[in-house]
């Protein structure tokens, strides 16, 4: 007996809906380095970090408390977490200082703690809002059996300029999954943000370069313009022209971090109408003037 099959079983047998979140991991960069001197003072940026090193002898500060860095562990950090550096001499803020260069082919692991050096595998990536908006903080979780294979591809990836590929690609955003998932639950805790913001901060996200009215962000949410700015406000914390202006400083960072722009085309690319603007605003929101955050810069 001949049956028809209706093209709605054949797509999805079930008539529950399934509402997955949006989950993006957005790399920054990727690298493998030897420093000699990591030496630095507040590390706060717009962005998450993971770091590995196998060779042990350096450190971060945190809140007091000194984080050790070696084979056995894998820090997170989330976002705008503030924390210092430490490899070579007593934690200073006075004397930030830092030395190193690419892990190469000819480099060894076993002649790095002789010579007072060590390695550091890291990521700069992000996960977009809410995600990026989680509580400051530093995480340990322990290095497995798991990470191993994959972190070891993606240095020899890093070492032979490789690193950009499609599988490396996807190598990187498996291992920052697979240590994202070792986080507390709680740290993803943010609340039950309404579909209509969360649908306006990603046409924000899209669109953050040009000029958006608080009219047009509220027609992306279907709602009248007073009513979707009290409610934006109430979820996000923040106004939402406020809000534009953060996504344009953090794009910024993010360039001055992982590029070498200038600071006249990073306040054109990131919708400033010119440098003067950009350095009031910049200042206004991270305390700092561009150029001196420019010149702190460590890509570590």
């Known amino acids: 007996m001949n049956r028809k099959i209706s093209e709605e079983i054949k797509i999805d047998p079930s008539d529950v809906h399934q509402n997955f979140k949006d989950v993006s991991i957005k790399i920054f960069c990727c690298r493998y380095w030897i420093l000699e001197e990591w030496e630095c003072d507040d590390l706060k940026a717009p962005f998450w970090r993971i770091y590995h090193n196998s060779v042990a002898g350096s450190?971060?500060?945190?809140?007091?408390?000194?984080?050790?860095?070696?084979q056995q562990t894998i820090l997170i950090i989330p976002p705008n977490t503030s924390f210092s550096s430490q490899l070579k001499y007593p934690f200073n803020k006075e004397?930030?200082?830092?030395?190193?260069?690419?892990?190469?082919?000819?480099?060894?692991?076993?002649?790095?703690?002789?010579?007072?050096?060590?390695?550091?595998?890291?990521?700069?990536?992000?996960?977009?809002?809410?995600?990026?908006?989680?509580?400051?903080?530093?995480?340990?979780?322990?290095?497995?059996?798991?990470?191993?294979?994959?972190?070891?591809?993606?240095?020899?990836a890093c070492i032979s300029d490789t690193i950009t590929g499609f599988q490396e690609s996807l190598r990187i955003k498996q291992l920052i999954a697979d240590c994202l998932l070792q986080l507390p639950a709680e740290i993803w805790d943010s609340g039950n943000i309404d579909h209509r913001i969360l649908k306006s901060i990603k046409f924000m996200e899209a669109n953050f370069k040009r000029k958006i009215t608080n009219d047009q962000l509220a027609d992306t949410a279907n709602m009248a313009t007073n009513s979707f700015a009290r409610l934006f406000k109430t979820s996000t914390g923040t106004a939402t022209q406020q809000y534009i202006?953060?996504?344009?400083?953090?794009?910024?960072?993010?360039?001055?971090?992982?590029?070498?722009?200038?600071?006249?085309?990073?306040?054109?690319?990131?919708?400033?109408?010119?440098?003067?603007?950009?350095?009031?605003?910049?200042?206004?929101?991270?305390?700092?003037?561009?150029?001196?955050?420019?010149k702190q810069l460590k890509m570590v």
Do not use: W
């Open 59 to 70: 450190s971060i500060r945190y809140k007091g408390k000194t984080i050790p860095m070696n």
């Open 245 to 294: 202006l953060k996504l344009r400083i953090q794009a910024s960072c993010n360039l001055m971090h992982h590029t070498n722009k200038s600071l006249d085309e990073i306040s054109y690319e990131c919708g400033f109408s010119d440098r003067h603007h950009f350095s009031k605003i910049f200042k206004k929101i991270l305390k700092v003037t561009p150029s001196d955050y420019k």
């Open 95 to 156: 004397d930030e200082s830092i030395k190193g260069r690419k892990f190469t082919e000819q480099d060894r692991l076993e002649q790095l703690a002789a010579k007072g050096k060590v390695d550091q595998m890291f990521f700069h990536f992000s996960l977009g809002y809410p995600l990026d908006f989680v509580r400051s903080g530093i995480h340990e979780i322990q290095f497995n059996e798991r990470n191993k294979l994959p972190l070891e591809q993606i240095k020899q």
